[in-house]
């Protein structure tokens, strides 16, 4: 049988320090600090489409992470994760620059609006030729909670509950408000849009309520290609209903190997193949043409790591405030494991824990989300990194990887020349994309709309109507 092929992502933040990559910035060589320049993006996706890479994926949130020490003060002083842009801004200059790369963005169910939303996913689904992605995040922070003038966070089920009921309004604009036949733009006739197709969507529920056609006409792919995260019971049920391709922080393919497997048997039970769900675990791999060159790589990243920055960035993802922690002392992490926002994120270290047989110190918690935070690093020539992503391939049936970079752009520069032609003579990374310049969905799952058996299809317009056509 041939390998089975994979994809990668890059995984991008469109903010100053890399996504777990904290004090990288400062390095001569590092591009990070022209994040809020046009040309940092564009230069970004042309290297990703030179790697035949399936997308960018932009991580995204609505404050930065302000709990160790009660502020966001040690992020902003340490330039990690601060100065965001919004990623929606980016992505049109992205896409003129490309043909086939995708772009992934992050957008809230718990504060978007799901009218609003649906606009500007179909506005940006027309602009890049169906080239685009969008991560479903609930938003685990209290503290966007607050920027967004809520007074608390809304808990962790009820999240998922509303953005259930949130996906079916998007839907509803996306796939039943404009019936096919409804776009005719016909000079001839002189009939631009069939308004006998074009349904006003009318949606009353616990959290939403609205009514109204969708304002966008139906762009390339309808529904953008829905890419999740989140691992907890409620998040993996949203998950194997709603998602098509999976962010997964894994630090060992036996990890990934279950989520996978256990994702992959919950889609079956509500009808979906199991392999149309794609599982992308996170690496952030640092390679040298030779294993002393990826050495001193890696030597030079940890001498500008940044731990307190790390350890800030790791308290702003589990809600637990780790300041008051002497650094160097050992701590006790099942103690906390109650207290966690992200429920991931505990189990990963503490699996990592175990196999490192080691004492967890707040010192080298904040190294470790300082250099790969919650994802593998393995430092290597490429044949030794392309052993590893092998392993994952065979061990956890990943379908490809989101590739996180140490220094921009040098860290995906390294994936592009050195990783991706190891794994094309391996027979397992294409040579092209299947249809280049076509969209996202093509390029993952074989086809432009949503797949019959996912949920989101159940809301298309099945037969069109036989309506009079007008005089
Ligand atoms: C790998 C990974 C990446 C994530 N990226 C984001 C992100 O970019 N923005 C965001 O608001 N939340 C992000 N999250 C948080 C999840 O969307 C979710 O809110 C959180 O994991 C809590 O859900 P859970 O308990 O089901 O894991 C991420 C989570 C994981 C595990």
């Known amino acids: 049988m041939p ?22 910035w400062r390095r001569e060589d590092d591009t990070s600090l022209e994040k809020a320049t046009l040309q940092y993006y564009t230069d970004l996706a042309r290297l990703a489409e030179r790697g035949k890479a399936s997308s960018i994926f932009f991580a995204d949130w609505f404050v930065g992470f302000d709990v160790y020490g009660g502020s966001l003060d040690t992020m902003l002083r340490g330039g990690h994760q601060v100065a965001h842009l919004d990623p929606l801004t980016p992505i049109s200059a992205m896409a003129a620059v490309t043909e086939s790369v995708a772009f992934a963005v992050t957008q809230s169910t718990t504060y978007s609006n799901p009218y609003v939303l649906a606009r500007q996913m179909s506005s940006l689904d027309h602009l890049t030729g169906g080239r685009c992605a969008w991560n479903v995040v609930t938003s685990h922070t209290e503290s966007s909670a607050h920027a967004l003038g809520h007074d608390t966070i809304l808990p962790h089920d009820e999240r998922y509950a509303k953005a259930d009921e949130f996906m079916d309004v998007v839907y509803k604009l996306w796939e039943s ?47 953008p290609v829905l890419f999740q995260a989140g691992t907890s019971k409620a998040g993996s049920a949203f998950a194997s209903k709603h998602a098509e391709a999976i962010f997964l922080n894994t630090f060992s393919p036996s990890q990934a190997a279950k989520v996978i ?33 990826a050495n001193a790589k890696y030597g030079k990243a940890v001498s500008y790591a940044d731990p307190v920055a790390g350890l800030a960035q790791l308290s702003g993802y589990t809600g637990i405030d780790l300041a008051p922690y002497p650094l160097d002392e050992p701590m006790d992490l099942s103690k906390m494991s109650q207290a966690m926002a992200i429920q991931a994120v505990f189990k990963a270290l503490a699996a ?25 690093c393995p430092v290597g020539t490429a044949e030794e990194v392309a052993d590893v992503f092998e392993q994952w391939i065979e061990e956890a049936d990943v379908d490809g990887f989101n590739i996180g ?31 280049p310049g ?34």
């Open 3 to 24: 390998p089975k092929q994979i994809k990668i992502c890059f995984l991008e933040i469109s903010n100053v320090g890399g996504y777990m990559a904290s004090g990288q």
């Open 177 to 223: 408000s404009w019936a096919p036949g409804s776009v005719q733009l016909d000079k001839g006739t002189g009939l631009a849009f069939d308004a006998d197709r074009i349904k006003k969507i009318s949606h009353q529920g616990k959290h939403f309520q609205m009514a109204g056609r969708h304002q966008v006409h139906p762009s390339p792919q309808r529904t």
């Open 261 to 293: 497997s256990e994702t992959r048997s919950a889609a079956s039970a509500v009808g979906r193949h199991p392999d149309s769900i794609k599982f992308f675990p996170c690496i952030m791999p640092i390679i040298g043409k030779t294993k002393e060159e």
């Open 352 to 376: 990592s824990e175990d196999e490192l047989d080691q004492p967890w110190t707040p010192r080298r918690l904040g190294m470790r989300m300082a250099l790969g935070g919650l994802h593998p």
């Open 405 to 435: 970079s140490v220094t921009n752009p040098s860290s995906w520069e390294d994936v592009v020349d050195l990783l991706i032609p190891v794994l094309q003579d391996r027979g397992l990374y294409w040579r092209d994309y299947d249809v």
């Open 438 to 471: 076509g969209t996202f969905r093509e390029n993952l799952l074989g086809q432009k709309e949503l797949r019959e058996d996912h949920y989101g299809a159940s809301f298309k317009v099945k037969e069109e109507p036989s309506l009079p056509r007008p005089q």
